[in-house]
C-alpha cells in the first residue's frame, strides 16, 4: 500500500480557541477562566469537538492517522504564540508529527519567538501569511525570520500567498482585516532566490495566483507547492480545472515539488479523506507514473522531513 504523508494539517488547540476567545471579547486582558469559558462556548456554537489538552488532540490525532492508514502528518499552529501546544503533540509522536507555527514578523519579540520555537522546541516550518499580517515579503523582518531558517538546515519556511479565508473567523462574527495584495507569490521570488537553500512551501498552489506561483517555481528551485484543501479558488479562473492545475504544476514544478495536503483541520470532521480521493483519482487520470505518485503522496515529506 502506498505511504501517504499530509503535509497540511491545522491543530487547533485550546489556545486557538482562547486566542478566537480574545479577540471576540475584544480585548486582551480577560481573566483566563473567562477566556477557557468562551473558547468552550465557541467549540459549542461550531458543533466542533473541544480538543482538550494538546496531548489529548495529538492523540485524538493518532487515532485518525491510523484510521485512514496515514503514516505521517504537518501540525501548523495556527494562530501565532501556540508553537507550544504544536510542540507538545510533536514530543508526543515524534515518529508521526512534524510542528509548524505561525509568525508575525511584525511583532516585537518575532525573532526570540522564532528562535525559541526552532531550537528549544524542535518545530520545523515557520508559516508566514503576509496578507494577514500586513507584512510585505520584502520587509527586512521578513528576510531576520527567513535567516533563522536559513542558519537552521532542515526548517522550512511556508507562505501563504493568493486568496486567504479562515473559515471559522466570519462563522464567529470575527472580522478577517487581510490584504490580499501582499499575497503575491512574484513577491517571494526575491526572497527564495536571496535564500536558496531554503525550502519553501506555498501551499494550494498559489490560492488563486497559480500562474505567479509557477513562475516563481519556474525561477526558484526551491519553491515547493503543497496540493491542499478543496481548491476552491479555482472558480475564480474561468474554465479552470483541477485536473488542469496538476498538470501544469508537474510540468513546471514537477512531481518532486508537489506534497500533498489536505488542509485538515477540526473534529470531529477530522481527515479529509475526500480530499486525497479527488487528488489521486486525478494524478492517476494523468497517467503520472506510480515513482512520481509516490513522491507527490508521501516521498516528498519524508525528504523534506527525515523522521
Ligand atoms: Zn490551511
Same mark, same amino acid.
Given at each position: 500500500?502506498?505511504?501517504?504523508?499530509?503535509?497540511?494539517?491545522?491543530?487547533?488547540s485550546s489556545?486557538?480557541?482562547?486566542?478566537?476567545?480574545?479577540?471576540?471579547?475584544?480585548?486582551?486582558?480577560?481573566?483566563?477562566?473567562?477566556?477557557?469559558?468562551?473558547?468552550?462556548?465557541?467549540?459549542?456554537?461550531?458543533?466542533?469537538?473541544?480538543?482538550?489538552?494538546?496531548?489529548?488532540?495529538?492523540?485524538?490525532?493518532?487515532?485518525?492517522?491510523?484510521?485512514?492508514?496515514?503514516?505521517?502528518?504537518?501540525?501548523?499552529?495556527?494562530?501565532?504564540?501556540?508553537?507550544?501546544?504544536v510542540a507538545?503533540?510533536?514530543?508526543?509522536?515524534?515518529?508521526?508529527?512534524?510542528?509548524?507555527?505561525?509568525?508575525?514578523?511584525?511583532?516585537?519579540?518575532?525573532?526570540?519567538?522564532t528562535?525559541?520555537?526552532?531550537?528549544?522546541?524542535?518545530?520545523?516550518?515557520?508559516?508566514?501569511?503576509?496578507?494577514?499580517?500586513?507584512?510585505?515579503?520584502?520587509?527586512?523582518?521578513?528576510?531576520?525570520?527567513?535567516?533563522?531558517?536559513?542558519?537552521?538546515?532542515?526548517?522550512?519556511?511556508?507562505?501563504?500567498?493568493?486568496?486567504?479565508?479562515?473559515?471559522?473567523?466570519?462563522?464567529?462574527?470575527?472580522?478577517?482585516?487581510?490584504?490580499?495584495?501582499?499575497?503575491?507569490?512574484?513577491?517571494?521570488?526575491?526572497?527564495?532566490?536571496?535564500?536558496?537553500?531554503?525550502?519553501?512551501?506555498?501551499?494550494?498552489?498559489?490560492?488563486?495566483?497559480?500562474?505567479?506561483?509557477?513562475?516563481?517555481?519556474?525561477?526558484?528551485? +526551491?519553491?515547493?507547492?503543497?496540493?491542499?484543501?478543496?481548491?476552491?479558488?479555482?472558480?475564480?479562473?474561468?474554465a479552470?480545472?483541477?485536473?488542469?492545475?496538476?498538470?501544469?504544476a508537474?510540468?513546471?514544478?514537477?512531481?518532486?515539488?508537489?506534497?500533498?495536503?489536505?488542509?485538515?483541520?477540526?473534529?470531529?470532521?477530522?481527515?479529509?479523506?475526500?480530499?486525497y480521493?479527488t487528488?489521486?483519482?486525478?494524478?492517476?487520470?494523468?497517467?503520472?507514473?506510480?515513482?512520481?505518485?509516490?513522491?507527490?503522496?508521501?516521498? +516528498?515529506?519524508?525528504?523534506?522531513?527525515?523522521?
Amino acid at each position: 500500500m502506498q505511504l501517504i504523508n499530509d503535509a497540511h494539517c491545522h491543530f487547533f488547540s485550546s489556545q486557538f480557541f482562547g486566542t478566537l476567545a480574545r479577540q471576540r471579547l475584544g480585548t486582551s486582558v480577560v481573566p483566563s477562566a473567562e477566556v477557557a469559558a468562551s473558547a468552550s462556548d465557541i467549540c459549542r456554537e461550531l458543533q466542533w469537538e473541544d480538543p482538550g489538552t494538546a496531548s489529548a488532540l495529538a492523540d485524538r490525532w493518532i487515532a485518525e492517522l491510523d484510521m485512514h492508514h496515514l503514516h505521517r502528518a504537518v501540525l501548523i499552529a495556527s494562530v501565532p504564540g501556540d508553537a507550544a501546544s504544536v510542540a507538545e503533540a510533536v514530543a508526543r509522536h515524534p515518529q508521526r508529527f512534524v510542528g509548524f507555527f505561525m509568525v508575525d514578523p511584525a511583532a516585537a519579540d518575532a525573532v526570540s519567538r522564532t528562535t525559541r520555537a526552532l531550537d528549544d522546541l524542535h518545530l520545523r516550518g515557520i508559516c508566514l501569511f503576509p496578507a494577514m499580517h500586513h507584512m510585505s515579503l520584502g520587509d527586512e523582518r521578513v528576510t531576520r525570520i527567513v535567516e533563522l531558517a536559513a542558519a537552521r538546515p532542515g526548517v522550512v519556511v511556508f507562505v501563504h500567498c493568493g486568496v486567504l479565508s479562515v473559515g471559522v473567523r466570519p462563522k464567529l462574527g470575527l472580522p478577517s482585516r487581510f490584504d490580499m495584495r501582499l499575497g503575491n507569490p512574484l513577491d517571494l521570488s526575491k526572497l527564495a532566490l536571496a535564500f536558496p537553500d531554503v525550502p519553501f512551501i506555498v501551499p494550494h498552489f498559489g490560492g488563486g495566483m497559480l500562474r505567479e506561483a509557477l513562475m516563481a517555481v519556474d525561477v526558484c528551485r +526551491n519553491i515547493h507547492l503543497d496540493t491542499s484543501s478543496s481548491n476552491r479558488w479555482i472558480q475564480f479562473t474561468p474554465a479552470l480545472t483541477l485536473e488542469a492545475v496538476f498538470r501544469s504544476a508537474l510540468e513546471i514544478a514537477g512531481a518532486s515539488r508537489l506534497l500533498f495536503g489536505s488542509d485538515s483541520s477540526f473534529f470531529p470532521r477530522g481527515w479529509q479523506k475526500g480530499i486525497y480521493e479527488t487528488q489521486k483519482q486525478i494524478v492517476d487520470r494523468l497517467g503520472v507514473s506510480a515513482a512520481d505518485a509516490a513522491r507527490i503522496f508521501g516521498g +516528498n515529506f519524508e525528504q523534506m522531513f527525515p523522521a
